[in-house]
């Protein structure tokens, strides 16, 4: 990210941003006195080493959060610009889908193959979208990129999840609210609570969702479908992990949680109650996601987007193919 970036109207800059510059200027300062491996999670695992990420997409913004349709197709949020980027195949230019429709948010695909898009992922609008939900969530066709609005009255949307179900579930970084949307139209925008809220997942079987918190405390919650009104701290990040900035989450095909992060560099894999390093190096990253379909960014794939642009294939991540 540019430093001019952090200088253009409130809409356009979001809260992680001057959150992220701060941690990164004490995380600097916090490596000359201890070795990086002190606040680095551990390895998961001893298998064989994978080949290094490689890029394979680059927009020309910061990539807030991608998705991939059953056509292997992969759809992308630009966070300065407000687009919807779709890029056809690993080695394609991305394509602007839509103009500036204020689409910084979470984005995820339906089961009808239409996109789900958060808005009001800013500073003004997290700071105060638990008392003032008025962002929308809005419904892109991934062909003619026509928008319509899916759902509005929600707090500034940076992480959506979609359940099996169809519900979606939304978060607001800035506050505490987790929103919900029931396939059926109706919108509570304070279904849950959770400090901090940045990345979300739905279980597999939809009877969780699952949350991390970014700062203070980073750590990864559950949230019971049927008792929101009792998250609970799954698993908290290690103390020297508390400048890492966890960011987007999505699931692997075992259903365990992927979690980006800012700072450390590292992405995160929850399991056997500890996070775990799936890939080091690979800064500033916002989210992870899993390809599908056979062509293009196909199943078993794991790909990374950052505030770089930079979508990038990561081989450690990679799922052996489905018989």
């Not at 609008?125 to 928008?147: I, K, M, Q």
């Not at 918190?213 to 799954?234: C, E, K, M, N, S």
Request: with cysteine; charged share 20%.
């Amino acid at each position: 990210m540019r430093p001019t970036d952090l200088l253009r109207p409130a809409r356009r800059v979001p809260r992680r941003a001057l959150v992220a510059v701060a941690a990164l200027a004490v995380a600097a300062g916090l490596l000359v006195a201890a070795p990086a491996p002190a606040r680095a999670a551990p390895p998961c695992g001893a298998g064989r080493a994978a080949p290094p990420p490689v890029r394979v997409a680059q927009l020309p913004d910061w990539a807030e959060s991608i998705a991939v349709d059953r056509r292997g197709r992969m759809f992308a949020t630009g966070y300065f610009g407000g687009r919807v980027y779709r890029i056809d195949a690993p080695g394609s230019a991305p394509v602007a889908l839509t103009g500036d429709i204020g689409a910084n948010g979470g984005i995820v695909v339906r089961a009808d193959g239409r996109l789900l898009v958060g808005t009001g992922n800013d500073l003004a609008h997290s700071l105060t979208g638990d008392l003032f939900p008025v962002s929308r969530l809005l419904d892109v066709d991934p062909e003619s990129g026509a928008v319509a609005t899916y759902a509005s009255g929600l707090g500034g949307i940076d992480g959506v999840a979609l359940a099996p179900d169809g519900t979606v579930y939304t978060t607001t970084l800035g506050g505490r609210n987790i929103g919900r949307v029931t396939p059926d139209g109706r919108v509570d925008p304070a279904w849950a609570r959770v400090p901090q809220p940045n990345g979300i997942a739905v279980s597999p079987d939809g009877s969780e969702v699952y949350v991390v918190q970014t700062t203070v405390a980073p750590g990864l919650y559950r949230i019971p479908v049927a008792d929101p009104a009792h998250p609970r701290l799954w698993i908290p990040a290690p103390l020297l992990d508390a400048l890492a900035l966890p960011d987007g989450l999505a699931l692997d095909g075992a259903g365990r949680p992927l979690i980006a992060t800012h700072a450390s560099g590292q992405l995160w894999r929850a399991e056997g109650g500890r996070l775990c390093a799936v890939e080091s190096g690979l800064h500033l990253s916002t989210q992870f996601t899993y390809g599908r379909g056979e062509r293009g960014f196909a199943a078993g794939r794991l790909y990374r987007a950052g505030v770089d642009g930079a979508i990038r294939e990561v081989p450690a991540g990679a799922e052996p193919p489905s018989n």
